[in-house]
């Protein structure tokens, strides 16, 4: 998949573009429950882009889209990342499942599809931190969430 993982990047970015074209084009919920959807997906959508902030901000200078980590990257043990080892992935699947609740449940495949994606990018991404980093594995075992933090 790459000497930096450039196929899982590849990967994500196919189905979250599956995720967008089947909200846009896929078929709408069924009107008697579409108000009630519609309005959890926003929530939840709101939720997983702000995980996903979050996670991006505390990474800083450290943040690559790539699975291999920068050269000079230091381990975030603190923050969202005391919760979940891949905050940025876990508030991506959050807020595409979201956008599932709100605009056809077409998206869930991508959504899967790109769950997916993530568990192998994810630990594809360990193996080369555990290289990096001594410490990664107390680090993984102190941190058992994967993705969101109490939940997945």
Do not use: N
Request: avoid cysteine; aromatic fraction near 12%; glycine fraction near 8%.
């Amino acid at each position: 998949m790459g000497p930096r993982g450039e196929g899982w990047v590849a990967l994500q970015t196919a189905a979250i573009v599956a995720a967008i074209a089947s909200a846009a084009f896929g078929p709408h919920w069924p009107r008697a429950v579409e108000p009630a959807l519609r309005i959890a997906g926003y929530v939840i959508e709101a939720t997983g882009l702000g995980l996903l902030l979050v996670a991006r901000f505390e990474l800083g200078r450290s943040f690559t889209v790539l699975p291999r980590p920068r050269k000079g990257a230091t381990l975030r043990r603190h923050g969202v990342y005391a919760y979940a080892r891949h905050p940025i992935y876990g508030g991506l699947l959050v807020l595409v499942f979201g956008l599932a609740l709100h605009r056809s449940p077409l998206v869930f495949l991508p959504t899967a599809a790109l769950a997916v994606v993530f568990l192998f990018k994810s630990m594809r991404e360990e193996a080369w931190l555990t290289q990096r980093y001594s410490e990664y594995s107390e680090y993984r075992e102190a941190t058992p969430r994967r993705f969101v933090p109490w939940l997945v």
